[in-house]
């Protein structure tokens, strides 16, 4: 169970530290990827950070864009993973068991990237295949689906315990 | 890749010509189908061998289709849509125009 931080850039836009990484067995790319709900994709990069990378081509795919016209690209296969600062959840589960920070593994995906763009842009794709919750405000946190489910039951156990009858006491 | 492949196949260095000859293909012999049965899907269409593979997501057809036909180059179409994604609110950064038009 683990919590990420991003952050929101100097322009107010949410950002994740990335690893991207393509078939090459030590070639990968740490960049700082803004998040886009708008674009229902996985993973825009620019061609020139995609190359060095090895990625596998699989052909072109177009996208559209705000105004309605179309532009098409070449998509390749590649694995992103979250490299953003990882907290353990002690601080906001109390009842939960600590968490060493070593022991959490960071979570890679596999997916569709668009080469093109003006820089990186992580998309919906991306975010629905993440096992995490993103949650964007004054800063950026992804919350393990356990820690959400472990909340929940908390949640339900205090909502339970306060509406308990007291029980009399003889 | 047989001969006859070979000269039916689009110019592989241009995104365009994939592009159009995977929309030649899927209007030729799928669109009326996947239009009627697979609304919203994903579909990658091999350019070269003229195969369709659908599949819920972009990600999860293109490995689909990339393991049924390895040699495949394929042009990936998302059934009843203008295209296979959207970028809507972040249309700078992804503008490959760099220079305005007058």
Known sequence: MSIQTGYLDSNGHPRLTI??????????????????????????????????????????????????????????????????????????????????????????????IVLGGDGPLLGMEFIRNLDKMLMVGKTVILIDNAVLTALQQQAVQQQTAAAAPPTNQP | MIARELEMAPNLNDPRAISEAGERIYNQRYKQDFEANHPGEFVAIDVIGESATLGNTASETLMKAKAQHPTGVFHLIRVGHAGAFEVGTAYRYVHTDRLPRQ
Request: charged share 5%; hydrophobic share 45%.
């Open chain 1, 19 to 112: 690893r991207v990484s393509g078939t090459h067995p030590t070639a990968c790319a740490d960049i700082e990827a803004m998040i886009d709900t708008g674009f229902t994709g996985f993973l825009m990069l620019p061609i020139a950070i995609a190359l060095p990378l090895g990625l596998v081509l699989y052909g072109t795919g177009n996208y559209t864009l705000a105004d309605g016209s179309q532009v098409t690209n070449f998509l390749a296969q590649g694995t992103v993973t979250v490299l953003a600062p990882t907290i353990a959840p002690v601080a906001i589960l109390p009842g939960a068991p600590p968490v060493p920070v070593s022991d959490l593994t960071p979570e890679s995906i596999a997916g569709t």
